[in-house]
């Protein structure tokens, strides 16, 4: 497709960084909270950090707010770069380049699952462990590409090549 084409693939656009996003923020997330249950059935874990084991859970949701709000902003700032090369190799640039904003953004994510995980080993306590994992399945949800978002990245990327600002490199 050319620069002038209006019918991308938004479909096919979205499908790469969802996959990898879909690894990286749900199956490997999943895959660990089930390691995490399957040791809880069979013994657990000691809690190591005693009674303040409440106050670190607390500690690691504010952490996953604040990298939430990371998330999402860094999101809009690197969609508002331009991404295109040339004219000729739009469309290739912009699914080459939506997938290198994803990815950075999806292991942002995906560290919350990991402080869910952490939190089990630390303290054997798995329901708040399962709490945080959800928490990042669901800010996920809220960073993944939709079809509007990409729309509106494209006509950004049009708007950035008709003002002759390419990606240098």
């Known amino acids: 497709m050319s620069y002038n084409d209006h019918d991308l693939d938004y479909n096919m656009l979205i499908a790469r960084p969802l996959y990898f996003g879909l690894g990286v923020n749900v199956v490997l997330p999943a895959a660990l909270i089930f390691l995490c249950y399957y040791i809880d059935q069979h013994g657990g874990v000691s809690n190591k950090v005693g009674d303040s084991y409440q106050l670190l859970f607390y500690f690691f949701c504010v952490l996953a707010a604040a990298e939430a709000g990371l998330a999402l902003w860094w999101r809009q700032k690197l969609m508002a770069k331009p991404v295109v090369r040339s004219k000729e190799t739009f469309a290739f640039d912009i699914a080459d380049g939506l997938v290198r904003i994803s990815r950075p953004v999806f292991l942002v994510i995906a560290g919350i699952s990991?402080?869910?995980v952490a939190?089990?080993?630390l303290t054997g306590h798995f329901k708040e462990s399962v709490i945080l994992v959800l928490i990042?399945?669901?800010i996920?949800?809220?960073v993944r590409p939709r079809h509007g978002q990409v729309k509106k990245f494209v006509e950004t990327q049009r708007k950035l090549v008709d003002q002759g600002?390419?990606?240098a490199g």
């Open 114 to 116: 990991l402080y869910g």
């Open 119 to 121: 939190f089990y080993f």
């Open 136 to 138: 990042s399945f669901i």
């Open 140 to 142: 996920f949800q809220l």
């Open 165 to 167: 600002q390419f990606l």
